[in-house]
Structures are given as structure tokens and as C-alpha cells.
């Protein structure tokens, strides 16, 4: 069964840069669609980036499209976010998410079968 674990959040001034990282920390996934969802503090869960179960393919929320790059390595079972230029507004718990098949609805929470345990980014002004 997949285990998802987050790493990587922190305190960062706004304009800097944060790299997330996700591990399957039994090695399980091998070609999964994979996402970063994250949650502010009185906010919905939203949709950050997904990578595609084929890994051809990454798609990007408008609020963090040009500022954040989704990668994924497969011989390590992790899923990177690299977050450049961060605002205020990025602050929020972030959620990594797997799926072990193929969906169209990646944008979707419910999408998702698995989900780490979030880690906190926070960004001063």
C-alpha cells in the first residue's frame, strides 16, 4: 500500500523558493497520477499541480503557473514541487496525492486514493 511523505515546507520570505518533496516510503508507486493539493487556514482544499500517470504530461493551477515546476522520479518513488517566487497567498498546508491509475480529473480531490500528511508553508510579507 502506498504511504505518502511530505517534506520540505518551512518559513520563507515572500520572493523566495521552496522545494517540496513526496516519498512513497515503501517504494510502491511506480507510475501513478500524482498531485499537490494544499489548504489554508479557513479555505476549501485546493489544486496546486498533477502529473500525469504516464508522467507525460503536468498541469498547473493559474495562481501558481510560471512560479512552480512538478517533477517526478520514479526510481525513487518521490514527487518533487519546486516553488520559486512565493507570495503571502501560498501559505498554506501542503497535501501530496497519488493515485495508482490513470484519471482525466486530476484537478479533483476526490480523484486521489492516497494522501500524505501535509507540510506547512508559510510565507511572510
Known amino acids: 500500500q502506498v504511504q505518502l511523505v511530505e517534506s520540505g515546507g518551512g518559513l520563507v520570505q515572500a520572493g523566495g523558493s521552496l522545494s517540496l518533496s513526496c516519498a512513497d516510503s515503501?517504494?510502491?508507486?511506480?507510475?501513478?497520477?500524482m498531485a499537490w493539493f494544499r489548504q489554508a487556514p479557513g479555505k476549501d482544499r485546493e489544486f496546486v499541480a498533477a502529473?500525469?500517470?504516464?508522467?507525460?504530461?503536468?498541469y498547473y493551477a493559474d495562481s501558481v503557473k510560471g512560479r512552480f515546476t512538478l517533477s517526478r522520479d520514479i526510481s525513487k518513488s518521490t514527487l518533487y514541487l519546486r516553488m520559486n517566487s512565493l507570495k503571502p497567498e501560498d501559505t498554506a498546508v501542503y497535501y501530496c496525492?497519488?493515485?495508482?491509475?490513470?484519471?482525466?480529473?486530476?484537478?479533483?480531490?476526490?480523484?486521489?486514493?492516497?494522501w500524505g500528511q501535509g507540510t506547512q508553508v508559510t510565507v511572510s510579507s
Open positions: 502529473i500525469t500517470y504516464s508522467g507525460g504530461s503536468t
Open positions: 496525492a497519488a493515485n495508482p491509475f490513470p484519471t482525466t480529473t486530476w484537478a479533483l480531490a476526490p480523484s486521489y486514493d492516497y
Open positions: 515503501r517504494l510502491t508507486f511506480r507510475s501513478y497520477s
